[in-house]
């Protein structure tokens, strides 16, 4: 199906592991972010990634790493999860140049104990 | 650094009554200006957006937004709710390059029937 894609939708670890959540849109679209979303907090950006090969810091970036060899996908990797990474996270990408519209995937809710 | 402020939490209306949701933002140069609802469990979705042109813009469910810059609002509106507007909306500003987005922390919508 055509869209944005997040794997896992659910996801439980413990302090320290390496977890990796997936992010897959099938728009080609050139931009793909990574946000967490907070209560009380709203939408912070992690990273993003322009294209392929090509990614930078958000707000709040520490503790992750991104990466992107093909256009459609952009996994976001936690390498030492903390209790402060239990959060909601949401892909979202947006074609270049379309003045900024971002298409969110379904999220996925991390809790890491 | 631009900002966006949405003052109100969490809001309930009647079904059928009016509605207005604030949000101010900071940036010094010409915003480009978004509100996205997303529903529980649920990603974002766009419901309208502004660039330039005609300061009120009409989107998706019925809603509009007004853009005023001289007080630096873009308040999101709806004529008459329907209990399945009951969610949480998101007013974010994109700024410079990169397409990247600032959201405010969100407000919550009940609908009471």
């Known amino acids: 199906d055509a869209g944005i894609t997040q794997s896992p939708r659910y996801k439980i670890t413990e302090t320290g592991r390496q977890v990796t959540l997936m992010c897959h849109q099938t728009?080609?679209?050139?931009?793909m972010f990574w946000y967490r979303q907070d209560l009380g907090h709203g939408l912070r950006l992690i990273y993003y990634s322009a294209a392929a090969d090509i990614t930078d810091k958000g707000e709040v970036p520490d503790g992750y790493v991104v990466s992107r060899s093909k256009t459609e996908n952009f996994p976001l990797t936690l390498e030492s999860a903390t209790r402060s990474q239990t959060s909601v996270y949401f892909c979202?990408?947006?074609?270049?140049?379309?003045?900024?519209?971002?298409?969110f995937g379904p999220g996925t809710r991390l809790t890491v104990t | 650094a631009q900002s966006v402020t949405q003052p109100d939490i969490h809001i309930t209306v009647s079904e059928g009554a009016s509605l207005e949701l604030r949000c101010n933002y900071s940036y010094g140069a010409t915003p480009y200006l978004f509100w996205y609802v997303q529903s529980p469990g649920q990603g974002l979705q766009l419901l309208l957006k502004y660039f330039s042109g005609d300061t009120l813009v009409q989107g998706i469910k019925g809603f509009e937004a007004e853009f005023k810059r001289s007080q630096s609002s873009f308040n999101l509106r709806k004529p008459s709710v329907h209990w399945s507007d009951a969610a949480e909306y998101f007013c974010?500003?994109?700024?410079?390059?990169?397409?990247?987005?600032?959201f405010g922390t969100g407000t919550r919508l009940q609908v009471t029937l």
């Open positions: 974010a500003v994109g700024t410079g390059t990169a397409s990247k987005l600032t």
């Open positions: 728009w080609s679209h050139s931009y």
């Open positions: 979202a990408s947006s074609e270049s140049g379309h003045y900024y519209e971002q298409y």
